[in-house]
């Protein structure tokens, strides 16, 4: 699968990204979510920033699945979502190609 990089503002928080595609004629709509997780937060010492990460996204919203992890800066990490339903059809579409 081919991929577009589309640069994104930081903002404070959960940023919802809804991209539309047309592609050899097919539309489809994609929902993203970019969130940015800050090591403050972090309930495990920092030194272990996987299971940090592990640990904040352990209760995150079950309609989101984990789509991309960006570059950590010493303050936070992005985390890219999309909506669940939407990464079944990605998936399928990789498979199809």
């Known amino acids: ?37 800050y090591w403050a937060d972090c309930d495990v010492p920092t030194i272990d920033r996987a299971e940090c990460i592990r640990q904040m996204l352990s209760g995150y919203d079950q309609d989101w699945t984990l789509y991309y992890i960006g570059s950590p800066t010493d303050t936070f990490v992005p985390i890219t979502f999309v909506k669940k339903g939407e990464w079944a059809i990605q998936r399928q579409l990789m498979q199809v190609a």
């Open 1 to 37: 699968m081919a991929h577009i990089a589309i640069p994104l503002p930081l903002g404070n928080g959960k940023q919802e990204v809804e991209i539309e595609v047309t592609i050899n004629g097919e539309r489809q709509q994609l929902h993203y979510r970019v969130e940015l997780f």
